[in-house]
DNA sequence: CGGACAAGCTGA
DNA sequence: CAGCTTGTCCGG
């Protein structure tokens, strides 16, 4: 491969037998059928075709093609393949979706689907091509870009562009088309412009299934905001678009970058390389940080300090995060104490406009304490709504509660305080204030990965108010004001914590010190039985009906889940789990 | 997955 | 034993 490789010819003998993996749920299994003359041109690896599979048709994908004398089986008792659909996923793709197969225990189908056309592409338009300007070497592919929040990124799309035909990710598909929107040379968006994609010529942007994008002359990557956690499927095969491409880079020997304000231990544990900004220009690209130690403070002020108060009264805009919806997610009864819990269940309750409501089972009932009868609860945990009622009163103007069920178009630009979730700093455009009303919950979340997913937050709140430069301010309202993320943020230094971080990971044996999977369903127990007399693999579990399965590395982990086989029943497989 | 086929169950 | 359900197997 590259500029001095001669004009790919078109095949002279048109291969005779097609390995086709049928388009079937529960079906991972490849099948042989003869390639009819006439459809000869159209045939490629990766084509989308319907064939007859035990007396129905149905999709799938070429992943192969054999010349008939080397063929197993006699060519000419195969059955046909019945129809051409399209293109399909590129050759490169193709085997890339056996690796994703293996890394992430799935079916290969499930990448095939992701990599191929949303509707069915007869023929590509002509393009431009163009040459890759240089091949990296393969052995350092890898490199992380920490680049602050108010940083911009494109300085550094535009150098791998600059390359040849770029693949570049963002976690969401707006945050895709906001970025398309700011290159002057056009971009094919993925899924949309999928025929572009693959005619070449092009870059190509998209949110995490881009890392399956047909980009025929590839000459770089770069993932935006690596450590977002978009990137990963929650489905089963719950792949990691990072990962996906971080494989992709090194078969085709080609820079891979992962920029982020705060990247993951598992990028900084993939990369070669890793590019931080000066010290002046990184702080510059952070916010001011104002720690209040809620330690400190008398009590009864519940939710609002002083210097939260004096934010919200000051005419600015002002952000509050409060990660919980609803009005009260815990209360007691104000006369004896007793936590209120379902009468059916058990699980706590939360308030309603009309009475008490279970979070698990959904039953309702009146404000009585179940032990004692009293009718007034005290709110031990309170959520958005109560804290837009409340945050109203002490600052004197209208609050607006926004929360992931907020309506999309919902007007916000007037608001001069807004309340929510995490959500609101999505919605929102642009705050002088981002204050967290409770910061320990997101620290001490009970996750392994709880530490980055609370400084990720924090670099998304740093992202709405701009640098220390522009006047930006986050208010961080914690009784850990020394917790490695309220260090790291306060000193706009990420390092802070990845290193405190890893050291953590490693004695613990949590990724990236370790390769994780968790099994769960009904026929968990009896596929993780398979694994009781390996030694290169640790079982741990069950714990809520999850078992975990832990190696040292991916590479045992997953040749370990490779050679079980799946009972019949409901199975979840999930490697990598996020939320454990 | 979904069709084919076998084995098991029921009712007259 | 017809008629139906349930389970298992397998696809080119």
Same mark, same amino acid.
């Given at each position: #491969?590259?500029?001095? &490789? ?14 086709? %993996? ?12 003869? !390639?009819? *003359? ?22 799938? +994908? ?25 293109? @399909? ?9 056996? +690796? ?37 070497? /393969? /052995? ?9 929040? *108010? @940083?911009?990124?494109?300085? %550094?799309?535009?150098?791998? #562009? ?20 700011? #290159?002057?040379?056009? !971009? ?12 070449? @010529? ?28 978009? $990137?990963? &499927? ?12 971080? &494989? ?8 891979? =970058? ?199 937050? %924090? ?16 208010? =961080? ?19 802070? %914590? ?8 490693? *004695? ?16 968990? /127990?009896? $596929? ?10 640790? =079982? ?41």
């Amino acid at each position: #491969m590259g500029a001095d &490789e001669p004009p790919r010819r078109r095949e002279v003998r048109p291969r005779s037998v097609a390995r086709v %993996l049928p388009d079937v749920a529960g079906l991972d299994k490849t099948f042989d059928y003869a !390639v009819p *003359a006439s459809l000869g041109p159209d045939v490629r690896v990766g084509t989308i075709v319907r064939v007859e599979l035990h007396g129905r048709r149905v999709g799938g +994908w070429i992943v192969e093609l054999v010349d008939a004398p080397a063929a197993a089986v006699d060519a000419t008792r195969l059955k046909p393949i019945a129809k051409v659909t399209g293109w @399909g996923p590129l050759p490169d793709v193709v085997d890339l979706s056996a +690796w994703a197969a293996w890394r992430w225990a799935g079916r290969r189908s499930a990448f095939l689907g992701t990599a191929s056309p949303p509707v069915a592409v007869r023929g590509l338009p002509s393009a431009a091509v163009r040459e890759r300007s240089t091949v990296a070497e /393969s /052995s350092r592919n890898v490199v992380v870009h920490r680049v602050p929040p *108010a @940083g911009d990124v494109v300085p %550094l799309v535009r150098d791998a #562009m600059a390359r040849g035909d770029a693949l570049v990710l963002t976690p969401s598909v707006a945050g895709a088309a906001r970025l398309a929107r700011r #290159m002057e040379t056009p !971009v094919a968006r993925y899924p949309h412009d999928w025929a572009r994609a693959a005619a070449g @010529g092009c870059t190509v942007v998209g949110a995490r299934a881009a890392a399956w994008a047909p980009v025929p002359n590839l000459a770089a990557i770069v993932v935006l905001d690596e450590h977002d956690e978009a $990137y990963q &499927e929650e489905r089963a095969p719950t792949w990691h678009a990072r990962d996906v491409v971080i &494989e992709r880079a090194r078969r085709a020997r080609v820079p891979c =970058l992962l920029v982020s304000p705060c990247p993951s231990l598992d990028a900084l544990a993939a990369a070669a390389d890793v590019v931080t900004p000066s010290r002046a220009d990184e702080r510059a690209g952070w916010p001011v940080v104002d720690v209040v130690d809620r330690r400190r403070e008398p009590p009864g002020l519940g939710l609002y300090s002083t210097r939260l108060v004096d934010a919200v009264r000051s005419g600015g805009r002002v952000v509050c995060v409060l990660n919980r919806t609803g009005r009260a997610r815990l209360l007691a009864c104000a006369a004896c104490g007793e936590l209120a819990r379902c009468e059916v269940c058990d699980a706590a309750v939360e308030t309603i406009e009309e009475g008490l409501r279970c979070r698990r089972c959904g039953a309702t009932r009146p404000v009585v304490c179940a032990a004692c009868g009293a009718t007034r609860l005290k709110t031990l945990r309170t959520g958005v709504t109560k804290a837009r009622d409340e945050l109203a009163r002490l600052a004197n103007r209208p609050v607006v509660e926004v929360t992931a069920t907020t309506l999309d178009d919902a007007d916000l630009t007037g608001a001069g305080v807004l309340v929510g979730t995490e959500a609101v700093l999505h919605r929102v455009g642009r705050a002088d204030v981002v204050a967290f009303l409770e910061l320990d919950q997101e620290l001490l979340a009970p996750r392994y990965r709880a530490a980055e997913q609370a400084l990720a937050l %924090l670099a998304r709140a740093a992202r709405v108010v701009g640098g220390r430069a522009g006047g930006g301010r986050l208010l =961080l309202q914690t009784r850990l004001p020394r917790h490695p993320v309220v260090d790291a943020a306060l000193h706009a230094d990420p390092s802070r %914590l990845a290193t405190v971080e890893l050291v953590a990971r490693t *004695a613990l044996r949590f990724p990236p010190a370790a390769a994780l999977a968790a099994i769960s369903g009904p026929a968990a /127990s009896e $596929y993780v039985d398979q694994l009781r007399d390996r030694v290169d693999v640790e =079982l741990l579990g069950p714990a809520d009906g999850r078992w975990l399965v832990r190696a040292s590395e991916h590479q045992l982990l997953c040749d370990a889940l490779a050679t079980l086989t799946r009972p019949p029943g409901r199975l979840r497989v999930e490697v990598d789990p996020l939320r454990i």
